[in-house]
């Protein structure tokens, strides 16, 4: 199976960076994607690691380091429509397909 | 491109009802969907996966007689919640894999508000 865990919560001000850690377990390693959420929303996709480094979006970036089964997102210029819930998410594949395993989400919220 | 269509965005129903949800591939194939449920503050947890024409594979602690899913054509697959219960209320939301073509990843659709009353 898989688990991953990430923060619950994070809080910020607009224009600070924020990092949010996401570690794994998996069976097998296929990449590690991060999704934003607003609230009532659905699942966005923000970026993908499937080799060790850093892969650079705009103000949004993510690491990856497979040896150590861990990654993170970095936001940078933090703006209020940034407050939003952010997951980590790897492949599981069994036999009938390869679904996407979220985390638990964190929460992210960006003030004045 | 790559757009899952998801409707109802949300729907109350009273106990012991029947709801469906489609999802439907607007410009791609769909071959495999895949179903999940979101309680409040949590995160999404993946229900079932369905291949077109095939019967859905559940997850563990997912009723099958409940959660019925049809994933009859490529381009449609559709979450019917069989009397629901309050319990079921619930953010439910379709995903595709998308392979091939030069696209990657995984689109979703806009989920589904299901409350029970």
């Known amino acids: 199976g898989q688990s991953l865990e990430q923060p619950s919560e994070v809080t910020a001000v607009e224009g600070a960076i924020v990092q949010i850690n996401c570690t794994y377990q998996?069976?097998?390693?296929?990449?590690l994607s991060w999704y934003q959420q607003h609230d009532g929303g659905a699942p966005t996709f923000l970026s993908y690691?499937?080799?060790?480094g850093l892969e650079e979006t705009g103000r949004f970036s993510s690491f990856l380091s497979r040896s150590d089964s861990y990654g993170y997102l970095l936001l940078q210029e933090l703006q209020m429509k940034d407050s939003a819930s952010y997951f980590c998410?790897?492949?599981?594949?069994?036999?009938?397909?390869?679904?996407?395993?979220f985390g638990k989400g964190t929460t992210l919220s960006v003030s004045s | 491109g790559a757009v899952v269509s998801q409707h109802p965005s949300w729907v109350i129903c009273k106990s012991g009802t029947s709801v469906k949800i489609e999802c439907r591939s607007l410009?791609?194939?769909?071959?495999?969907m895949f179903w999940y449920r979101q309680f409040p503050k949590q995160s999404l947890m993946l229900m079932a996966t369905?291949?077109?024409?095939?019967?859905?594979?559940?997850e563990q602690g997912v009723e099958k007689d409940k959660f019925l899913i049809n994933h009859a054509s490529l381009t449609l697959s559709t979450l019917t919640v069989t009397s629901a219960h309050p319990e079921d209320s619930s953010f439910y939301i379709c995903?595709?894999?998308?392979?091939?073509?030069?696209?990657?990843?995984?689109?979703f659709g806009s989920g589904t508000r299901l409350t029970v009353v």
């Open positions: 995903s595709a894999r998308l392979t091939g073509q030069g696209r990657y990843g995984y689109t």
């Open positions: 998996t069976s097998g390693f296929y990449g």
């Open positions: 690691n499937a080799l060790d």
């Open positions: 998410a790897v492949r599981d594949k069994n036999q009938a397909g390869t679904a996407l395993i």
């Open positions: 410009d791609f194939q769909a071959t495999t």
């Open positions: 369905s291949n077109e024409g095939s019967k859905a594979t559940y």
